[in-house]
C-alpha cells in the first residue's frame, strides 16, 4: 500500500509554479485588454467606482445628444424664421404697391393672387419647421378683411409689420438661448466626460510599462518553476509522485 507523506520541496516547487503561471496569465490578460481591472477578485473596489464612472459617461453621452437634437431643431426652426422674413418682407411690398393710386383694380387682383400664394408659403414653412404664424396674417387672403382688392390693405401692413416684428425677436431669443444655454451646457459635458474619463482610465486602465515588465518577470519566474519542478523529477526519478511526497 502507498503512504502519503508531503514533501515540502515538491509541493513548493508546484506553488511557485503555480504562482507563477498565474501571475503570467493575469498580466497576459491585462495586456490584451488594456484593463487593470477584468474580474471584481482584480479590485473590488476599484471596480465599483469604475462601474459608476462608466454609468456617469452614459449619463452625459446622453445629455450630449439631447444638446445636438435640440440644437438640430433650432437651427430649423431659425432657417424657417430666416425664410419667412423674406416672404413677409414681399409682403408687405406687394401690398404697398397695391395700395398705390396708380393701381388698377386688375393689378391689384393680380398682387392679390400673389399675397394668397405667399400665404401657402409660410403654411409650408410652419409645417415643415415648425413655427407658427398668427391668424391675423389670414385675414390678407382673396375675401379676408385685409385683401388688397376689397379689405382694408392697411391692417394688412401693420398685420405683417408685426409678424416681422415677433420673428426678429424671435430669432434673437433663439440665438441668445444658443449661446447662453446650448453652448454653456455643451462645454461642461465635454469637460465632464473629459474628467470622467481620465478618471476611469486611471481606476480601470493597465499601465503598459509595468505589465510589460511584470511580463517578463513572471516568464522568467514560470521558467525558472519548471526548470526546478523538472530537475526534482529526474533527480528522486519517481516523476510527480515523488513531488507530492508519495512513497
Do not use: C
Not at 187 to 209: G, M
Not at 234 to 242: D, H, N, V
Request: negative net charge; proline residues 2%; hydrophobic residues 40%.
Amino acid at each position: 500500500m502507498l503512504s502519503v507523506r508531503p514533501s515540502g520541496v515538491g509541493y513548493t516547487a508546484l506553488n511557485n509554479l503555480n504562482r507563477s503561471t498565474n501571475g503570467l496569465n493575469n498580466t497576459t490578460l491585462k495586456l490584451a485588454t488594456g484593463l487593470r481591472i477584468n474580474s471584481a477578485k482584480d479590485d473590488p473596489a476599484g471596480l465599483i467606482a469604475a462601474e459608476q464612472l462608466r454609468g456617469d459617461l452614459v449619463d452625459i453621452g446622453a445629455r450630449r445628444r439631447t444638446i445636438g437634437y435640440e440644437r438640430s431643431q433650432l437651427s430649423v426652426q431659425q432657417s424657417g424664421r430666416q425664410q419667412a422674413t423674406g416672404v413677409l418682407h414681399d409682403l408687405r411690398g406687394r401690398v404697398v404697391e397695391a395700395t398705390g393710386d396708380s393701381t388698377s383694380a386688375e393689378q391689384k387682383a393680380a398682387i392679390q393672387t400673389e399675397i394668397d400664394s405667399a400665404l401657402d408659403g409660410l403654411d409650408r414653412i410652419a409645417d415643415t419647421t415648425g413655427i407658427s404664424f398668427p391668424a391675423a396674417l389670414e385675414a390678407l387672403r382673396s375675401g379676408g378683411e385685409g385683401n388688397v382688392v376689397s379689405g382694408d390693405p392697411a391692417a394688412a401692413a401693420e398685420a405683417i409689420d408685426a409678424e416681422l416684428s415677433r420673428i426678429t425677436q424671435a430669432s434673437a431669443a433663439a440665438g441668445a438661448y444658443e449661446k447662453y444655454t446650448l453652448d454653456v451646457d455643451q462645454r461642461i459635458a465635454e469637460d465632464q466626460a473629459v474628467v470622467t474619463a481620465q478618471s476611469l482610465s486611471e481606476i480601470a486602465d493597465a499601465d503598459y510599462a509595468e505589465e510589460a515588465s511584470n511580463l517578463t518577470r513572471n516568464e522568467i519566474i514560470l521558467k525558472t518553476s519548471l526548470r526546478t519542478v523538472g530537475l526534482l523529477n529526474q533527480i528522486k526519478g519517481e516523476g510527480i509522485l515523488t513531488l507530492l511526497g508519495v512513497k
